[in-house]
C-alpha cells in the first residue's frame, strides 16, 4: 500500500505534530511494509540544513520513509506574518512537489497548515486515492488563539475549507470523542466516515522511572516536589494561571514549578515570572528523546492546561507522554475535555477549573501534602497509557487505510 502524507511539520521538527506524524510513518514501513511518502517543510527548531531558495523541492530518505521536502521560509513563527509567509511558501512549493508522489492508495491530510488539506484533496482526485483528511487541529476555532491576528474574512474562509474537505473526505480521522461530536454537531461531518483514533505515546520508549536521574541532578531537582509543564508553550495553553498559582504557594519551599519546552508565550512568561522574582518557577528547553525518561522522572505531577471553550479543537497530546512516564495530573481543562475523561475513567488524574488560579493552587497543594495519594494515581496513569501505546495506535491507522483500500489487515513483519 502507497501512502502519502501532507504536513509541514516532520522529523527533525520537534513540534508534536511533527514527531506524531514521524513515528506513524516510520512504523508503517517497518510494521506493515507500506511505501510511505511525506511531503513535508523545512524544519523550523533545527539549525542549519535549509535547502538553498533556488531549489523548490529536495528528495530525502529517513527510516524507510521518503521524505519529499517542500521549501520554504524558516521564521520564528511568534508572530503572524512569519507563520502566515512560513504556511503559504510551504503550500505553493507542496503543490510543486505534489507531481512527483506518483500514483498512491491513500493520501493523508493533516492540519498543519490548515490550508493543506486543498492540496491534498486535489493530489488524491488528480491520481484516483482515497482521501483522509486527519484533523490534528479545528480550524478556525485554533486561528482564534492568535494574539496577533484577527481577521473575521481570514476566520470565514478557513471555516468554508474546513468544511468543503470534511465534506469531500473519504475518511476523517477525530482525536477523541469531544472532537468528534465538534465535528458532526458543528461542522455538518458525517459520522458514518469519522474514525476516534487518539494520539499515543511509546510505552517501551517511555517507562516509569525514580527522581534520582541525571535531569534531576543536573538541576538540582532530586528533593523538590516537582509540578512540570512540558510541551509546547504557547497561545493554546493559558499558561498565565500557573504564575498565579505559583505566586499563591510561596509557602511550599521545597515545591518547584518547571515548564520544559518552546513556544510563542515562553519569553513572556519568563519575563512575567522574573518581574515578579517567583524562585519556585523554572524555565527548561526541549528535552530531546533520548532524555525524556529523566525529564519525566523528575516530575511529581503535571501540568495540562487548556483556554476555555476550545476543547475537541485541541487535543493536548501530551497527556499520553505523561501516563506512559507513570505520572499523575492535574488537567486544568473544561469538563468535557479529553483529558478530563482520561482522569475521570481512569483515577489518574485531578480536575481544576481553567482559568481559575486560587483553584490550581489549591489543587497542586492537595497532591503534594498526600504524596502516597499522588504516587498512587501515577501507577493507574501508566496502567492507563497501555490504551493509548503507540503500536496500538499505529495499527488503528493502518487498519482503516486497508479497509478504504481493501488490502489485508495483517502485519506483515
Known amino acids: 500500500m502507497k501512502i502519502v502524507f501532507f504536513n509541514r511539520s516532520y ?176 461542522k455538518g461531518a458525517d459520522p458514518r466516515r469519522i474514525t476516534i483514533v487518539h494520539n499515543w505515546a511509546d510505552c517501551e520508549a517511555i517507562t516509569p522511572a525514580g527522581k534520582d536521574n541525571a535531569f534531576a541532578r543536573v538541576h538540582g531537582l532530586t528533593d523538590a516536589f516537582v509540578v512540570m509543564h512540558s510541551g509546547n508553550i504557547g497561545l493554546s495553553q493559558n499558561l498565565g494561571v500557573i504564575l498565579d498559582a505559583a505566586e499563591q504557594l510561596r509557602d511550599r519551599r521545597d515545591l518547584v514549578f518547571a515548564l520544559v519546552g518552546d513556544g510563542a508565550k515562553r519569553l513572556a512568561l519568563e519575563a512575567d515570572a522574573a518581574a515578579r522574582r517567583l524562585d519556585n518557577v523554572r524555565f527548561f528547553p526541549y528535552q530531546p528523546k533520548a532524555q525524556l525518561d529523566d525529564s519525566f522522572a523528575t516530575a511529581d505531577v503535571f501540568l495540562v492546561s487548556l483556554k476555555p471553550g476550545i476543547e475537541g479543537y485541541i487535543v493536548p497530546s501530551k497527556v499520553y507522554g505523561i501516563l506512559a512516564a507513570g505520572r499523575p495530573f492535574v488537567a486544568a481543562v473544561d469538563p468535557s475535555c479529553e483529558v478530563a475523561e482520561i482522569a475521570r475513567e481512569h483515577g489518574c488524574g485531578v480536575l481544576a477549573a481553567p482559568g481559575d488560579a486560587a483553584d490550581l493552587a489549591a489543587t497542586i497543594r492537595s497532591l503534594h501534602d498526600d504524596r502516597r495519594g499522588t504516587a498512587a494515581m501515577g501507577a493507574r496513569a501508566r496502567d492507563a497509557a497501555w490504551l493509548f501505546d503507540r503500536r496500538r495506535a499505529v495499527k488503528s491507522y493502518y487498519e482503516l487505510f486497508a479497509a478504504l483500500t481493501g488490502v489485508s489487515h495483517e502485519a506483515r513483519v
Open 11 to 186: 522529523w527533525p521538527d520537534v513540534a508534536a505534530t511533527g514527531q506524531l506524524l514521524t513515528e506513524l510513518a516510520e512504523d508503517l514501513v517497518s510494521g506493515y511494509r507500506c511505501d510511505v511518502t511525506v511531503v513535508a517543510g523545512q524544519a523550523l527548531h533545527v539549525k542549519g540544513g535549509g535547502q538553498p531558495w533556488w531549489r523548490v523541492v529536495r528528495r530525502e530518505t529517513q527510516n524507510g520513509v521518503t521524505i519529499v521536502r517542500a521549501n520554504g521560509t524558516r521564521l520564528r513563527p511568534r508572530r503572524f506574518i512569519g507563520r502566515a509567509l512560513n504556511y503559504l511558501s510551504y503550500f505553493f512549493s507542496a503543490a510543486f512537489a505534489s507531481f512527483g508522489v506518483g500514483r498512491p492508495d491513500v493520501v493523508v491530510s493533516l492540519t498543519d497548515p490548515p490550508i493543506i488539506g486543498l492540496l491534498a484533496l486535489w493530489t488524491a482526485r488528480r491520481t484516483g486515492a482515497k482521501f483522509v483528511f486527519l484533523c490534528e487541529d479545528v480550524f478556525p476555532e485554533v486561528a482564534v488563539l492568535l494574539e496577533d491576528f484577527h481577521n473575521e474574512a481570514v476566520n470565514r474562509v478557513l471555516d468554508r475549507i474546513n468544511r468543503y474537505l470534511l465534506a469531500r473526505a473519504d475518511a476523517i480521522v477525530a482525536l477523541g470523542d469531544r472532537m468528534q461530536r465538534r465535528l458532526v454537531e458543528e
